[in-house]
């Protein structure tokens, strides 16, 4: 699903990843929070509403084949704004809960210099995580990840791990945890994407 500013005439591109059970569209009017003149969404839609099976941190083989599905879509995104000759530098991703996983999976697994990666409510996926396991770039892209200290599907621990990894990887990384909160998105969140958001068309 696309939206905001025209492909062809959009200065910077927002790759949208929803959540389990949600949609591209609930995940694009949530974008509208943080609009941007000149931002085109690119937001690509799970078979049946959900991108993989399990917890994102059960065994990778048992997500398999739809977290390789929901990589390979995030990456048709960013070619597409590629395409439209947006250089990845002016893409940011996006991602809630499952699609905030994917988010963190894909810019981790790909790294290069991102307009910025934000994964509200997420990690990277998989039973554990080995920073050995990640190499290469991120030439200082603004990662930010924001979740709740008791969150009941994303373990504390698993956002600590996956800034240290953003940070290996040379990100700009911020990291928020937010006491009591439960999962979801709050208004800090979306205050701070919104100023990421605005620094890749200013």
């Known amino acids: 699903m696309t939206a905001g500013a025209p492909l062809d005439a959009a200065e910077a591109a927002l790759v949208l990843v929803h959540g389990r059970g949600a949609t591209a569209?609930?995940?694009?009017?949530?974008?509208?929070?943080?609009?941007?003149?000149?931002?085109?969404?690119?937001?690509?839609?799970?078979?049946?509403?959900?991108?993989?099976?399990?917890?994102?941190?059960?065994?990778?083989?048992?997500?398999?084949?739809?977290?390789?599905?929901?990589?390979?879509?995030?990456?048709?995104?960013?070619?597409?704004?590629?395409?439209?000759?947006?250089?990845?530098?002016?893409?940011?991703?996006?991602?809630?809960?499952?699609?905030?996983?994917?988010?963190?999976?894909?810019v981790a697994r790909n790294p290069t210099l991102y307009g910025g990666l934000a994964v509200l409510s997420g990690g990277l996926i998989g039973k554990s995580v080995d920073p050995d396991d990640y190499d290469g770039d991120l030439e200082n892209t603004p990662v930010f990840l924001g979740c709740s200290d008791v969150d009941p599907h994303i373990p504390e621990e698993r956002v600590h791990k996956s800034a240290m990894v953003f940070e290996q990887l040379n990100g700009d990384v911020t990291k928020r945890l937010y006491e009591g909160m439960g999962h979801g998105i709050n208004q800090d969140e979306v205050d701070y994407v919104s100023e990421m958001v605005t620094d890749i068309v200013a």
């Open 25 to 106: 569209q609930s995940i694009v009017q949530m974008a509208d929070e943080f609009h941007q003149h000149g931002v085109a969404y690119l937001a690509p839609q799970a078979a049946r509403n959900t991108w993989y099976p399990n917890a994102f941190t059960a065994p990778v083989e048992s997500n398999e084949p739809g977290r390789t599905s929901g990589l390979q879509a995030i990456r048709d995104s960013v070619s597409k704004a590629n395409e439209a000759e947006i250089p990845t530098d002016r893409v940011m991703v996006l991602g809630f809960s499952q699609g905030a996983c994917l988010a963190s999976e894909f």
